[in-house]
Antibody, heavy 122, light 108 residues
Framework: EVQLVESGGGLVQPGGSLRLSCAAS????????MSWVRQAPGKGLEWVAN????????YYVDSVKGRFTISRDNAKNSLYLQMNSLRAEDTAVYYC???????????????WGQGTLVTVSS | SYVLTQPPSVSVAPGKTARITCGGN??????VHWYQQKPGQAPVLVIY???DRPSGIPERFFGSNSGNTATLTITRVEAGDEADYYC???????????FGGGTQLTVL
């Protein structure tokens, strides 16, 4: 069974840092792009970042560029999100998701982890 | 950046057909994917590539896409279909995923 399990969320003060982890199982992790998607309380979904299989490419939504870093360890089947200079507006459930890419230049997310809540507040 | 527009809510009686729209500029030229999210749960892919269903998704879920509107159609709606539904495309000009704002489906 394909499974993604996030961890590392919690309460952090504005300006602080947090590192999220995502443990993957049930598929060959090193064969897939991976992503982080977040959802603020009561709000919709927002894509955050992607990383290529060999870590040679990564992409970020503008609002987190320079503050968040996506990384992966294929030997440990793990995805990470290092979040620095956190702001109140970063408060959200953060989901890890496998990115499926089609030849036709489109991509979708399947499956998703259960999410981990990050709360930025003083 | 590319914008997807969904109605905030749709209501339907059990056994009837629900249609959830996703509007975007010439969205018919893109491939649209749909997710179902029940309260307190992670999103689940229900339609990808406009109209393909992942394994385990009932045939009652159907997707279409043309012109400026993509549509998720759910036939013979059941109480268990009550959820938020999100459409998503890939904006190749920015290499970003774009989500619609979501539609809350209420089964009356």
């Amino acid at each position: 069974e394909v499974q993604l399990v996030e961890s590392g969320g919690g309460l952090v003060q504005p300006g602080g840092s947090l590192r999220l982890s995502c443990a993957a199982s049930g598929f060959t992790f090193s064969n897939y792009w991976m992503s982080w998607v977040r959802q603020a309380p009561g709000k919709g979904l927002e894509w955050v970042a992607n990383i290529k299989q060999d870590r040679s490419e990564n992409y970020y939504v503008d609002s987190v560029k320079g503050r968040f870093t996506i990384s992966r360890d294929n030997a440990k089947n793990s995805l990470y999100l290092q979040m620095n200079s956190l702001r109140a507006e970063d408060t959200a459930v953060y989901y890890c998701a496998r990115l499926r890419i089609a030849v036709a230049g489109t991509s979708w997310f399947d499956p998703w982890g259960q999410g981990t809540l990050v709360t930025v507040s003083s | 950046s590319y914008v997807l527009t969904q109605p905030p809510s749709v209501s339907v009686a059990p056994g009837k057909t629900a249609r959830i729209t996703c509007g975007g500029n010439n969205i018919g030229s893109k491939r649209v994917h749909w997710y179902q999210q029940k309260p307190g749960q992670a999103p689940v892919l229900v339609i990808y590539y406009d109209s393909d269903r992942p394994s385990g998704i009932p045939e009652r879920f159907f997707g279409s896409n043309s012109g400026n509107t993509a549509t998720l159609t759910i036939t013979r709606v059941e109480a268990g279909d009550e959820a938020d539904y999100y459409c998503q495309v890939w904006d190749s000009s920015s290499d970003h995923a774009v989500f619609g704002g979501g539609t809350q489906l209420t089964v009356l």
